[in-house]
């Protein structure tokens, strides 16, 4: 039997939202300098991931190259733009979010103004969905990489994720 540690987002009446999948959060504070790759989902066997964002809940420090990717413990594969994006100074309630193909840099919703971002023309919903899939006798972790030149960096960030299993033992678990 597989337990599951997540559940579905539920409305302000507590109604369960079950149209995108499951929902899990993991909040991350900021502390170390250099370059940097923080866990902050692991994967057990396959899923498909329906939306992966984040909200700053604390203004961030110097951010550069902030990028999400799957790290196996031996192979690095680019959920978005290896290049990143720069977040560095980006004030809370600010959003991030994959938006595009993992060739495109995770999209930047800095809230220094009112901010509207929709898909193109040619994308169907807002967040670019992808499968993720454990490798067989490994720890397998969604990360959040970033390179900073503070000594400490600071900041924090609060990351979601909606997830729809593909096999059995298919889940998200916050690391």
């Known amino acids: 039997m597989v ?8 409305d302000n009446n507590r109604v369960p939202i079950t149209t995108d999948g499951i929902m899990i959060t993991n909040s ?26 984040g909200v700053v809940t604390t203004t961030l420090g110097n951010h550069t190259a902030a990028a999400w990717r799957l790290n196996d413990q031996t192979a690095q594969v680019d959920i978005t733009a290896v290049g990143g994006t720069s977040l560095t100074g980006i ?16 999209t930047k919703l800095d809230n220094v103004a ?12 807002y967040f670019s ?18 390179t900073t030149s503070d000594n400490p960096t600071t ?21």
């Open 3 to 10: 337990t599951v540690n997540s559940s579905f987002w539920r």
């Open 28 to 53: 991350k504070t900021f502390t170390t300098t250099g370059t940097n790759a923080v866990p902050i989902f692991h994967v057990t066997g396959s899923v498909e991931i329906r939306g992966l964002w």
């Open 91 to 106: 004030a809370a309630g600010s959003t991030i979010s994959k938006k595009g193909l993992a060739a495109a840099a995770l």
């Open 114 to 125: 009112g901010v509207v971002s929709e898909p193109t023309t040619l994308e169907t919903t």
């Open 129 to 146: 969905p992808f499968v993720a899939v454990k490798k067989t006798a490994a720890t397998t972790d969604i990360e959040y990489v970033y």
């Open 155 to 175: 900041g924090v960030i609060e990351f979601f994720i909606r997830f729809i299993p593909l096999s059995a033992d298919g889940t998200l678990t916050a690391v």
